[in-house]
């Protein structure tokens, strides 16, 4: 049943992005529901899982958007391999390490997405929106994280997403 | 003596009278109320009711004045353009591209590369096609560009770019000497093989000289409000009208 909901949750996550949320945009931006799963699941999981992860819910995403496919399973494993990284070294269930992660994660993402985008299109123009969009989606995916963390901590723990190992 | 008795009852009698009198009227107080009460629950209910329905009707209304629009756009273009009429079901998911998805696809006839238009102006093109629905990148999406022209002056030839933002398009490669000024119309030009010439992409709202002093660039607002796109027209096929010189020719 885990792993059926940590598959079900990017699907939610895009379902949701394309469709409610497009409607609640802050000045033209989106939160990243995909990478505020993958940072929380990252979190609470050792590194290995949580780049796995994190590359599979990118590469879902890529494929449903059939643009460059892995721009965003590099982008969000990458990320994910970092935050799996330091998840041994944060007070967890402080709701405040939820929100910081997804504060720097989105920057992080944004940034990997940023130079894999100049590395892999000769015509990707920079411009001064992509900072705002980008500053819009930290406001956004800040908001968002609050509810989803207390959420997702609490099903890792005793709910739906706690490991098998932990029962 | 049936005198005296009377009037000895009478008091009485009229008290018990009055007491039935107030005490029925202080009883159909609280019925009259209880009444009264459920008729205002009733009425609240309805009202609550007729707001819904009304707000369900007004949606009604915007979307046919939307779709009529649409129609009188897809009369007067009739022809030129062949045009399959679709509704918006999502949007793209992330901030870096910028695309909807359309509810009609390869089974409606609908190609790579077809322009999508609506009342207001260009939309931009079919990025991909699957049996039921379709891509359509949006002129502000990084990897569109469309050739165009200004309506007035017809002289200067530039390129439209997106670049991310819903709210601005970039019009490049315009030559220095361009008469180029603020809110002049830009327009598709014939230069580009998907777009046909003359569809309205927005006005000028900014002008800036590129650092190598040779061309200049504009601002370009464009003339759909993509946040608010809910229907829009796919060109299936155009005939290009042929003025009489191109006849000639």
Redesign the interface.
């Known amino acids: 049943m885990r792993y059926i909901m940590l598959f079900l949750l990017p699907c939610i ?2 379902f949701l ?3 409610l949320f ?1 409607f609640f ?1 802050i000045k ?3 939160p ?1 529901m995909v990478l505020i799963f993958v940072v929380f699941f990252a979190l609470l999981n050792n590194v290995y899982k949580s780049t796995a992860y994190g590359f599979l819910c990118g590469l879902m ?1 890529d494929l ?4 460059f496919i892995g721009i ?1 399973a590099i982008a969000k494993g990458l990320t994910a391999y970092i935050f799996g990284k330091l998840q041994g070294n944060v007070f967890k269930e402080n709701i405040f390490v939820g929100i910081i992660g997804v504060f720097f994660a989105t920057i992080l993402n944004a940034i990997c ?1 940023f130079v894999l ?1 100049i590395i892999s ?1 000769d ?3 920079i ?1 001064i ?2 900072v705002y ?2 500053f819009y ?1 930290i406001i956004y995916n800040v908001l968002v994280s609050a509810p989803v963390y207390i959420w997702f901590y609490n099903s890792s723990k005793e709910g739906i997403l706690r490991s098998v190992g932990e029962r | 003596m049936e005198n005296i008795f009377r009037d000895a009852f009478t008091p009485l009698q009229s008290g018990v009278s009055e007491f039935r009198h107030s005490w029925g009227g202080f009883t159909t107080v609280f019925s009259d109320k209880k009444e009264l009460s459920q008729q205002l629950q009733l009425l609240e209910k309805e009202n609550k009711q007729l707001n819904f329905e009304n707000q369900v009707l007004r949606e009604y209304k915007a979307e046919a004045r939307r779709l009529q629009k649409l129609l009188d756009f897809e009369d007067t273009n009739q022809a030129n353009f062949d045009l399959l009429p679709a509704r918006v079901i999502a949007r793209s998911p992330d901030n870096w591209y910028r695309y909807v998805i359309i509810d009609k696809g390869s089974k409606h006839g609908l190609q790579k590369g077809m322009p999508v238009i609506n009342y207001d102006g260009l939309v931009g093109r079919i990025g991909s096609v699957s049996k039921n629905s379709a891509q359509v990148s949006l002129i502000t999406d990084r990897e569109v560009a469309v050739g165009a022209l200004l309506q007035e002056t017809r002289d200067t030839n530039g390129i439209i770019e997106g670049i991310g933002n819903i709210n601005h398009l970039r019009m490049v490669n315009i030559p220095y000497y361009s008469k180029i000024k603020k809110n002049n119309r830009v327009v598709t030009s014939s230069l580009s093989e998907i777009y046909p010439k003359g569809i309205y992409i927005g006005k000028v709202i900014d002008i800036s000289r590129e650092p190598n002093g040779l061309l200049l660039s504009a601002t370009v607002q464009p003339a759909v409000d993509f946040d608010k796109l809910e229907e829009v027209l796919i060109i299936t096929a155009y005939h290009p009208i042929s003025t009489d010189d191109e006849v000639e020719e």
């Open positions: 996550a895009i992005q394309s469709t497009s945009s033209g931006a989106l990243d995403e449903y958007m059939g643009r965003n997405l985008s299109f015509t990707f123009h411009d929106s992509m969009s980008v989606q």
